[in-house]
């Protein structure tokens, strides 16, 4: 099955910084790959996501690069705020196949 | 506004116990699946269903059952709940369909202590 692995586990940064969040996953048939955030006492929610036909995507302040030959992709947050400071989750499936498999999510601090 | 409703935000319950999480959603969505959240873990799958009266193993299931009777409801039961099922446990609907990149919503979660 597919395995996910999502680094690093903690990230700190001070407010106006750049936060960057790899993942890798195993399975070659993988093909949308979602972020998602989590903020306290709440369940996890997408924030942007990304199709193997895709290189890149970028929203606002996030954008997200997928490099298929290497299966990897990362999460980028620039201008990084106060309330950017969540736990963050990227993802992986085959579409045509429900069951996304998670990394092991990582903790973003942002100072002010 | 898409709603996927868990029935407890907090829940303690006794080694032995029979231990019932139920989910809702109201979105008509064919998927729902059971994860569960432990730090340094991430989510991982229990079980997971495509259709009413479907089911799927996940990652973990063992300890673990679920029904699907009606479309919107999707609940998971501890046959004899054991401390190291403390957990927060998450549950989740999505669309289903071929070629079709569905974001999956997330209910709030129900952080189970098992003493």
């Known amino acids: 099955g597919e395995n996910v692995e999502q680094h690093p586990s903690t990230l700190s940064v001070q407010e106006g910084d750049s936060a960057v969040i790899k993942c890798t996953y195993s399975d070659s048939a993988s093909n949308y790959f979602p972020w998602y955030k989590q903020e306290l006492g709440k369940g996890p929610q997408l924030i942007i996501d990304?199709?193997?036909?895709?290189g890149e995507k970028k929203d606002q302040r996030i954008a997200v690069t997928l490099n298929k030959t290497a299966k990897h992709f990362s999460l980028h947050i620039t201008e990084t705020q106060p309330e950017d400071s969540a736990v963050y989750f990227c993802?992986?499936?085959?579409?045509?196949?429900?069951?996304?498999?998670f990394g092991q999510g990582t903790i973003l601090t942002v100072h002010p | 506004d898409v709603k996927v409703t868990q029935s407890s935000r907090y829940l303690v319950k006794r080694t032995g116990e029979k231990v019932f999480l139920e989910c809702v959603q109201d979105m008509d969505h064919e998927n729902m699946f059971w994860y569960r959240q432990d730090p340094g873990l991430g989510l991982r799958l229990i079980y997971f269903?495509?259709?009413?009266?479907?089911?799927e193993k996940g990652d973990i299931p063992e300890g673990y059952s679920v029904s699907r009777e009606k479309k919107e409801r999707f609940s998971l039961i501890l046959e004899s709940a054991s401390t190291n099922q403390t957990s927060m446990y998450l549950c989740a609907s999505s669309f289903s369909g071929q070629g079709v990149y569905t974001e999956a919503f997330f209910g709030q979660g129900t952080r189970l202590t098992v003493v």
């Open positions: 990304i199709r193997s036909n895709v």
């Open positions: 993802a992986a499936k085959r579409t045509s196949y429900g069951k996304l498999t």
């Open positions: 269903s495509y259709d009413v009266k479907m089911k």
